[in-house]
């Protein structure tokens, strides 16, 4: 079966010194679906993430980006996606909506207009005009997210987006998330320490524990191996 894959990895690996953080890692992600990228604290989900951004060089392996290696030319795939990355930094002196025009000014410009539909999307429309600094953890998550549609980028990389939010937060960014996948044809990995989540959002998942894939597949068909990977899960957090 082919299926034309929004990132594929084959033995992508990173080290740090001695701490191997990603190891071996291949798994590829199809278009046209929330794909979950779980795993507990440290499995190496970020390290991953920046390496598709070409934030991080990988010590051994590959990757491609909507079909762009992110070795060689990575340029064309990180024009069409938006991603956010561990925890939101913007210019604390600034507004959010200051901070976005800033986002935009690197990609070449973005109208007021979009600006403001990125804030009411993502739930800041009242807020836009409060400094950085004084947000909340969710404001900030929600900003990153806003940041991240501003281009209107086709495919989303998220690294854990509900942190920080509320209940009421994690809930509209879980449909948000859906409403772009079912009806506006996008892709989107999101990487979560959360089995939950994953189980409520995600069509597919990988699940990494320090840097290797333990399980992969449709996440309805993983429910049934669901209790012995909370244990795996469960053991590591509290290590
Ligand atoms: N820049 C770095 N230098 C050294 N070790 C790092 C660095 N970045 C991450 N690590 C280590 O790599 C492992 C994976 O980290 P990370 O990718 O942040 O995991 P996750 O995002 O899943 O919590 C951890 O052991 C972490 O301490
Ligand atoms: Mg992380």
Redesign the pocket.
């Known amino acids: 079966m082919h299926t034309e894959a929004v990132i594929r990895t084959w033995e992508l690996t990173k080290r740090?010194?001695k701490?191997t953080?990603?190891d071996e890692l291949t798994m590829e992600v199809p278009r046209g679906e929330v794909f979950g990228f779980l795993?507990?604290?440290?499995?190496?989900?970020?390290?991953?993430i920046a390496m598709l951004l070409g934030l991080v060089h990988p010590t051994a392996g590959g990757a491609e980006v909507l079909g762009c290696d992110i070795r060689k030319n990575l340029g064309p795939a990180l024009r069409r996606t938006g991603a956010t990355i561990?925890s939101p930094a913007f210019y604390p002196y600034l507004s959010g909506r200051d901070n976005l025009r800033v986002v935009g000014l690197c990609t070449g410009g973005v109208g007021p207009r979009r600006v403001d539909e990125v804030l009411e999307r993502v739930g800041l429309a009242g807020r836009g005009g409060d400094l950085f600094r004084v947000y909340s953890m969710g404001m900030k998550q929600r900003l990153a997210l806003a940041a991240a549609l501003l281009n209107e980028p086709e495919f989303l990389i998220l690294?854990e987006p509900t942190n920080g939010l509320d209940p009421a937060g994690i809930q509209e960014t879980r449909a948000m998330l859906r409403h772009m996948v079912d009806e506006q044809g996008k892709s989107v990995f999101l990487?979560s320490?959360q089995l939950h989540e994953v189980q409520q959002v995600c069509d597919r998942v990988v699940i990494i524990d320090r840097?290797h894939v333990i399980a992969q597949g449709r996440v309805d068909e993983l429910l049934r191996q669901r209790e012995a990977i909370e244990v795996e899960l469960t053991e590591r957090e509290v290590e």
């Open positions: 740090f010194g701490t953080a990603v795993g507990p604290n440290g499995a190496g989900k970020t390290t991953t561990e690294d990487s320490h840097g």
